[in-house]
């Protein structure tokens, strides 16, 4: 009897994070959009984590929220489009593919400028996804902008 007492009192508590005033808070619609700012690094050499910026931006953008990415490092490689499309995440499509759907929702991505030379990919790779060259003073902006605070 004291057992099923506490396991029963121990399932409430385990619940509590998921409830706010008797209601449920698992399924609801978010109440505020969010601004967030997505940077990689990740590249050809791990198509998993290179990847899952591009699904994670998509599956933000798709439920409502602002995104914008950074990408530098090897992950500026994936502007190239014979790259993208070689990309492809354990389970997921290639990631040519998600950035297509990227672009065509006018997701803004920065490919650091610097990296991009460094590797080779050129303003006409970056065409492709409609992306621009970054540098750190847009790196900071894009900082800025996903922490400011949104009023209603």
């Known amino acids: 009897m ?6 029963s009192r121990f399932a409430q508590l385990a619940a509590l994070p998921f409830t706010f005033g008797g209601r449920s808070l698992v399924g609801q619609a978010p109440h505020k959009t969010l601004k967030i700012m997505m940077k990689s ?5 791990d198509p998993t984590k290179a990847g899952f910026p591009f699904l994670h ?3 933000l953008a798709e ?3 602002e ?3 950074f990408l530098l490092g090897e992950a500026v490689g994936l502007m190239r489009k014979t790259l993208a499309n070689a990309v492809t995440p354990v389970g997921w499509p290639p990631v040519g593919e998600t950035l297509d759907k990227l672009a065509a929702k006018h997701i803004q991505i920065y490919a650091c400028g610097t990296c991009s030379r460094a590797r080779g990919v ?3 790779d970056l065409n492709n996804y409609g992306a ?3 540098n750190p003073t847009i790196f900071v902006s894009l900082v800025e902008w ?4 949104i009023t209603e």
């Open 2 to 7: 004291v057992r099923r007492l506490f396991l």
């Open 132 to 134: 621009k060259f970054g």
């Open 63 to 65: 439920a409502g929220h």
């Open 122 to 124: 050129t303003e006409g």
């Open 67 to 69: 995104v914008q990415f």
């Open 146 to 149: 996903a922490d400011r605070v």
């Open 41 to 45: 690094a990740w590249g050809s050499d």
């Open 57 to 59: 931006g998509l599956a």
